[in-house]
């Protein structure tokens, strides 16, 4: 079955370091979202992104964040000066037709911001 | 707003039993709904969804109730399995392009 591939699995940095997170979603999907869930707490949207742009963002997803999808296969997130509050397991989605249908998630991203 | 370090809502159930999540959506206006699953260290996996124009739908062994005149969502698991153990998301698509989740709820099974 297809799936969200995310990588790296684990990524440590230096507070005020810049990081990329990469997704590769499914590939006839054309919509991909970016979660961050806390430990121990709920599921939190950042971002959706269609059409090369973003169609929605939380207010989470402030100057410091971007998304970009370079290629036709690789959707990523990218924190410019990362903060020990960033730290938080980050989740792609992708769908077929937004979020009226459901979205696939991949096995996330753990980020520790020392 | 949520504090920092928010305990789950616990469920323990007896294996072989059925088991009820419950939760409360916050937007009137959300049309679509979708239950996920969460393993330790894992993303959210589909379980059912459900849209606004209907009261139940069934799945295997999971069913999900709408009741929208108190905003309210359940799971129903027929039968619990230990690999059932994991914690239960609520989400709702608030118009626009966004799936916002609900609190979760971690399902304990017991022997």
């Known amino acids: 079955e297809p799936e969200v591939t995310q990588t790296p699995s684990h990524q440590v940095t230096q507070m005020g370091q810049e990081v990329i997170l990469r997704c590769v979603p499914i590939?006839?999907?054309?919509?991909f979202y970016w979660y961050r869930q806390i430990l121990g707490q709920k599921v939190e949207f950042l971002v959706s992104?269609?059409?090369?742009?973003?169609?929605?963002k939380s207010e989470i997803f402030d100057d410091q964040f971007s998304v970009e999808r370079p290629d036709g296969s690789n959707f990523t997130l990218k924190i410019r000066s990362t903060k020990l509050e960033d730290s938080a397991m980050y989740f792609c989605?992708?769908?077929?037709?937004?979020?009226?249908?459901?979205?696939?998630f991949g096995s996330g991203t753990q980020l520790s911001v020392l | 707003g949520e504090s920092v370090g928010l305990h789950l809502p616990t469920l323990s159930v007896q294996e072989g039993d059925n088991s009820i999540i419950n939760c409360a959506y916050s937007n009137s206006a959300s049309d679509y709904f979708i239950w996920y699953k969460q393993e330790s260290g894992k993303g959210p996996q589909f379980i059912i969804d459900?849209?606004?124009?209907?009261d139940k739908r069934q799945g295997q062994r999971v069913t999900v109730l709408l009741n929208k005149t108190v905003k309210h969502l359940s799971l129903q698991i027929a039968a619990t399995q230990p690999g059932d153990s994991a914690v239960y998301f609520c989400a709702e698509n608030i118009r626009d392009d966004k799936i916002i989740f609900g609190k979760g709820t971690r399902l304990h099974i017991l022997p």
């Open positions: 992104f269609y059409n090369n742009e973003i169609s929605e």
């Open positions: 989605a992708s769908s077929i037709q937004g979020s009226s249908e459901k979205l696939f």
């Open positions: 459900i849209r606004s124009n209907m």
């Open positions: 590939s006839n999907h054309l919509y």
